[in-house]
């Protein structure tokens, strides 16, 4: 079935570096692709998406492009801010399986240091 | 933007009774709505589907007779955790589907203590 693979953090990274968190997934049909943000006791926001092979999804400096040949959707950032602390969790969504349903990674913790 | 509240945002209850939490689509019509438990530290669960007028869809291994959804109109759904206790406590979150966006909109969550 389908899965999404996020690294494993936390992810520890002074103020102003560059952020990579990686993401890959497995899916029969042609999935769309979203990056949700998750800070300390609140819901899910949603940061970025995209819904087709070579989308390039971005939002608050963040960027994520689907890559369809290795089955990827890695988000970075160029310049980390304190403010970023969060858990940041990739996720798909199969239009073709009939259902709307969500597939999350597992989460990655994100903390920036000053 | 779309919105989705989600009442109560913390409620804390004693072992064997009921509580009833709230998910609501604000600003458009949602048949289907999902209701995920998330664990300290850990990724969203999804528990069920909710189906504007029907049946809810559970996800394998959740107690349909324990976690209660009804759907009674496009707007509302409803999550009751029956006879809860210290094992049932989670953060509950929900999503409405919004069609024209082919997206789910997540609401802010719920955290329920039982004690």
């Known amino acids: 079935g389908d899965s999404v693979t996020q690294m494993e953090g936390p992810v520890t990274l002074s103020e102003e570096a560059f952020l990579t968190i990686n993401c890959t997934y497995t899916a029969t049909g042609y999935p769309s692709l979203f990056w949700y943000v998750q800070y300390p006791g609140e819901g899910l926001q949603l940061l970025l998406k995209?819904?087709?092979?070579?989308d390039k999804g971005s939002n608050k400096g963040f960027e994520a492009t689907y890559r369809k040949e290795t089955t990827s959707f890695h988000l970075e950032k160029g310049s980390v801010q304190v403010s970023d602390s969060a858990v940041y969790f990739c996720a798909l969504s199969d239009p073709g399986s009939g259902t709307y349903k969500y597939i999350f990674g597992t989460g990655t913790r994100l903390k920036v240091l000053a | 933007g779309a919105v989705v509240s989600q009442h109560p945002s913390r409620v804390i209850c004693k072992s064997g009774t009921s509580v009833k939490i709230e998910c609501r689509s604000l600003?458009?019509?949602?048949?289907?709505m999902f209701w995920y438990r998330q664990f300290p530290k850990q990724s969203l669960m999804l528990m069920a589907t909710?189906?504007?007028?029907?049946?809810?869809?559970?996800e394998q291994g959740v107690e349909k007779d324990k976690f209660l959804i009804n759907h009674a109109s496009l707007t509302l759904s409803t999550l009751t955790v029956t006879s809860a206790h210290p094992e049932d406590s989670s953060f509950y979150i929900c999503?409405?589907?919004?069609?024209?966006?082919?997206?789910?909109?997540f609401g802010p969550g719920t955290r329920l203590t039982v004690l």
């Open positions: 600003d458009f019509q949602a048949t289907t």
């Open positions: 995209a819904t087709k092979a070579d």
């Open positions: 909710s189906n504007e007028g029907s049946k809810a869809t559970y």
């Open positions: 999503s409405a589907w919004r069609e024209s966006y082919n997206e789910q909109f």
